[in-house]
């Protein structure tokens, strides 16, 4: 017999490494059964106000990428937010983009929402950078890696040599661990492979 149990699902990789694509291709897939979807999405991530988008390149601009797919999504500051929404929107699945962005209460109240449904079919999705351009990994993001109980590892290729790649290029630009400036993010950042990939302390 079928016992329910909430699951929590983790999407993690690289910059490129179509993290999103899977979350919309798990969305969409849901949506067909018409379960109820919620997705959220930080304050920190301003581009596409009150969307989680997916990019590719744009055939007409080599080099720069549109957007080739969108959903909607609430942006969250804080825990009393989270909650508010999750019990205003009742979902059967809640999915979180660009979960390094949030700080760690994030993982407490994911925590608790599982436990307290942990008799459904409720399931949360998170996706996000396991690591940064230094290649030290997120703490929110780590957290729910190892609560997951499917991990999902997304890899991009190289920029440079075209292997599979795991970790993001930063180049240039500020030392800041997060640059969410809108539309820049194709230029600033690329997907490495181990061979490739340089941390900034190695090039000065
Ligand atoms: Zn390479």
Redesign the pocket.
Known sequence: MHTPEATLTAIVGPMFSGKTEELMRLIKRAQIVKKRVLVIKSPVDQRDEGHVVTRSLDPSQPGTFIVAGKHPAHTVHDALEFRQLVEAHDPDILAIDETQFFGDWLVEEVSALLEERKGSDFQVIIVGLDMDFMRRPFATVAAFLALANEVVKTSAY??????P?NFTQKNGASKERIEADPGKSSKIYEA??????KIPSDQE
Do not use: M, N, P, T
């Open positions: 190289c920029f440079v040599c075209l292997k790649a490495r492979c181990r061979s490739c990939h």
